[in-house]
Structure formats: structure tokens, C-alpha cells
């Protein structure tokens, strides 16, 4: 699964950016704390990671995709999993996790925008 950019995720295709959204909802779920080798998702806090899911999800909400709000609650795990409690996040967290989002990102914005070209 490739990190996009939150600036570019408007410019994704609807079906690559539900895919991203399906498998953030899977990550969420049952891949939480089982770090893999190659997992980009574990250099986030769960606040940011959240928050990026939230991102997705509101820009599939804005073209008209129905996504479970459920999924906007960050304590939301899935079905399966119920409400997370253990941590707490900030209430208004875009500034310092984007700040963090894009230490992490692997790719330029430029590098993604040429991939989304071809």
C-alpha cells in the first residue's frame, strides 16, 4: 500500500483511493502493533494515523462514496474489535500531524504526482 500524500489524495482515482481506504480499515482493525519489515504505518502515532484515515475517508465522503462514519471515530476498530480505549488523541491534530505525515512520506509530492500521470 503506497503513503499518498494528503495534498494529493483529491487527485486519486476514486477506486485507488477506496482501496486505500479498505485497507486502512484493515490496518485499523487486526494489523494494529504487529509491525512488519516494510510497514510505514508504524512510524506514525495512532493520532496521525487516524487522522490521515479521516482524510481519506472525508475525501470519498466528498464524492459521494458511502463510508461507515463509524470509521471516523478514531477508538472505532471494526466490527470485530469494537472501540480502542487505551489512548487518547488531540482533538484538533491536522497541523502537527501533517507536519509529522510528511517527515515520514517516503515520496516527494513530485515523485507521487508523476506515478499518478502514468
Same mark, same amino acid.
Given at each position: 500500500?503506497?503513503?499518498?500524500?494528503?495534498? %494529493?489524495?483529491?487527485? %486519486?482515482?476514486?477506486?485507488?483511493?477506496? =482501496? %486505500?481506504?479498505?485497507?486502512?480499515?484493515? =490496518?485499523?482493525?487486526?494489523?494494529? $502493533?504487529?509491525?512488519?519489515?516494510?510497514?510505514?504505518?508504524? $512510524?506514525?502515532?495512532?493520532? @496521525?494515523?487516524?487522522?490521515?484515515? @479521516?482524510?481519506?475517508?472525508?475525501?470519498?465522503?466528498?464524492?459521494?462514496?458511502?463510508?461507515?462514519?463509524?470509521?471516523?471515530?478514531?477508538?472505532?476498530?471494526?466490527?470485530?474489535?469494537? %472501540?480502542? $480505549?487505551?489512548?487518547?488523541?488531540?482533538? $484538533?491534530? &491536522? =497541523?502537527?500531524?501533517? &507536519? &509529522?505525515?510528511?517527515?515520514?512520506?517516503?515520496?516527494?509530492?513530485?515523485?507521487?504526482?508523476?506515478?499518478?500521470?502514468?
Amino acid at each position: 500500500m503506497r503513503l499518498w500524500h494528503p495534498s %494529493l489524495l483529491q487527485e %486519486l482515482p476514486t477506486k485507488r483511493l477506496s =482501496i %486505500l481506504h479498505m485497507s486502512l480499515c484493515k =490496518i485499523k482493525s487486526n494489523r494494529w $502493533n504487529k509491525p512488519t519489515a516494510k510497514a510505514w504505518y508504524y $512510524n506514525l502515532s495512532w493520532g @496521525c494515523f487516524c487522522w490521515y484515515h @479521516c482524510t481519506v475517508i472525508k475525501e470519498l465522503q466528498g464524492r459521494d462514496v458511502n463510508v461507515s462514519l463509524q470509521w471516523l471515530d478514531w477508538r472505532y476498530r471494526g466490527k470485530r474489535f469494537g %472501540l480502542f $480505549n487505551g489512548i487518547s488523541i488531540e482533538e $484538533n491534530p &491536522t =497541523i502537527p500531524y501533517l &507536519t &509529522t505525515f510528511e517527515e515520514i512520506c517516503a515520496e516527494t509530492v513530485e515523485k507521487q504526482k508523476s506515478l499518478l500521470v502514468s
